[in-house]
């Protein structure tokens, strides 16, 4: 390994060294956050975040493999995930030509029967990905929505996230030298087992409030107008306080930010708003319920409040 490796995988000595490190990565957290990210790095825990869809959750693990100089290895969780797409599976072409060969005596019926099930045709999938030494040091495993998938295999995660280990059957118990980092994330469209959270780090990634989307929004969308920033976090602001079926993350102020500029927008207009709220809103009676009268109430609340604080 050569030096820069070797530093960039060395792990935050501090909340305020942890809170560099992400900022290096263009993540504004707040201090709670990178104490729960700290605490999960030395103390090698997983880290379990939950919240609404676009608060910057994955976008954690990403930032930390990148700031760390780690491999990111992500499992995306879906309904039906099963071990042979999360863990590992056999590769049965490869054992199907083996046999044949045997049979057709081009190799020993002795050495066949020993070796079909070795590592050879193992396809490993991120799980076991992650339990394998890596250059740089222990890759960051993304489990990704976890809500998503079923109860099974939530269950099945509870021997890798207390071992740092899975069991194969024809081969045995491999176990991480070094345990990955591992970020868990979950919309809460269900909840997670009290099990699996016992051996996690827990933290509630929540929308941020106005001074620290601001400070998001430099770093993301550099090139937008100071005034056009405080226009955007403002109405989102409101948005977020409306009845709204889906309320934008912070992945919405950004793309929203992004299209305004875009379309050379200095400020922020009712025909400019009405034109993209599809950028922020992503269900039809949410907009319906915006456009218009109250899309311009809002412009105008936001408005007066910026003058006001000037």
């Not at 069991?167 to 118990?173: F, H």
Request: charged fraction near 25%; hydrophobic fraction near 45%; proline fraction near 4%.
């Amino acid at each position: 390994m050569n030096e820069r490796t070797a530093a960039s995988a060395t792990l935050p000595a501090s909340v305020g060294a942890t809170l560099e490190l992400l900022a290096r990565g263009d993540y504004v957290a707040d201090r709670s956050l990178a104490t729960a990210v700290y605490l999960a790095l030395t103390l090698r825990r997983p880290l379990f975040l939950e919240g609404e869809a676009g608060v910057g959750k994955t976008e954690i693990a990403k930032v930390l493999a990148t700031a760390l100089g780690r491999q990111l290895i992500r499992l995306q969780c879906y309904e039906g995930l099963d071990v042979a797409s999360a863990v590992y599976e056999w590769n049965y072409a490869r054992q199907m030509i083996e046999i044949r060969l045997a049979e057709a005596g081009q190799e020993g019926r002795d050495t066949v029967e020993e070796e079909i099930f070795s590592e050879r045709f193992l396809i490993k999938r991120p799980l076991l990905q992650a339990l394998e030494p890596a250059l740089g040091g222990a890759p960051v495993l993304l489990i990704d929505e976890l809500d998503r998938t079923d109860e099974p295999f939530e269950a099945y995660l509870l021997e890798v996230l207390s071992d740092f280990q899975v069991t194969i059957p024809e081969i045995g118990t491999v176990k991480a030298a070094e345990p990955p980092i591992v970020v868990i994330t979950s919309n809460r469209t269900r909840e997670i087992h009290d099990a699996l959270k016992r051996r996690c780090f827990y933290y509630w990634v929540d929308y941020p409030d106005a001074k620290r989307e601001l400070e998001i929004l430099k770093v993301k969308a550099p090139g937008a107008a100071a005034a056009l920033s405080r226009e955007v976090v403002g109405f989102v602001q409101k948005l977020r306080g409306a009845d709204l079926f889906k309320l934008p993350g912070v992945a919405e102020t950004i793309d929203w930010a992004h299209a305004l500029m875009q379309l050379d927008v200095l400020t922020l207009t009712p025909e400019a708003i009405n034109d993209t709220l599809g950028v922020l809103l992503k269900y039809q009676d949410d907009i319906a319920k915006i456009q218009g009268s109250e899309a311009l109430r809002l412009l105008e609340q936001v408005k007066a409040e910026l003058a006001a604080a000037q």
